[in-house]
């Protein structure tokens, strides 16, 4: 079992469309929960983190963290057709040596549908 | 700011050869991230620098990785003798303080 699953899609929403896109993990001593936007063939951009447990909301993006299910999630509200990526999820945690290495999920395709 | 930068771009080789790839992270950010990507896959985290001294190294980094970053700005990333495996797609981040890391564009790797 990977350090965190998420569901690799593709998920295909009409546009104006609320998306929900999630991730799981399994190692408890992850402090740190984000979420990427990929575009086709650029490097990841980062969207939103949170430190704990609880909501954070910016813009039309609502990042979900239940560290008790070891669930994270990410909502998008009136999905545009710039949208369209793939989602990443990333987790990391604080190393003595100073690093916040990431751990990311496979990531999720998403199209938006004019 | 002109963001982090990544050069090559693009690499095809073949195999058997050595090839060196480059990233400028963002001007004052004294950590430095690589991390490896394949298709359908999410990044994974290769080695790490802050400054000049290279910190932490993951278990994917054989020994024919070797990446420096001499007096703490640029870093190279070679690998040497390359194998049809070590195609991917090698992204740079750079972070000045905390958990945010801005990534490049990545140097795609073909080896043939």
Known sequence: QKEVEQDPGPLSVPEGAIVSLNCTYSNSAFQYFMWYRQYSRKGPELLMYTYSSGNKEDGRFTAQVDKSSKYISLFIRDSQPSDSATYLCAMSLYSGAGSYQLTFGKGTKLSVIP | ?112
């Open chain 2, 1 to 112: 700011d002109t963001g982090v930068s990544q050069n090559p771009r693009h690499k095809i080789t073949k195999r058997g050869q050595n090839v060196t790839f480059r990233c400028d992270p963002i001007s004052e950010h004294n950590r430095l991230y690589w991390y490896r990507q394949t298709l359908g896959q999410g990044p994974e985290f290769l080695t790490y620098f802050q400054n000049e001294a290279q910190l932490e190294k993951s278990r994917l980094l054989s020994d024919r990785f070797s990446a420096e970053r001499p007096k703490g700005s640029f870093s190279t990333l070679e690998i040497q003798r390359t194998e049809q495996g070590d195609s991917a797609m090698y992204l740079c981040a750079s972070s000045l303080v905390g958990i945010e890391q801005f990534f490049g564009p990545g140097t795609r790797l073909t080896v043939l």
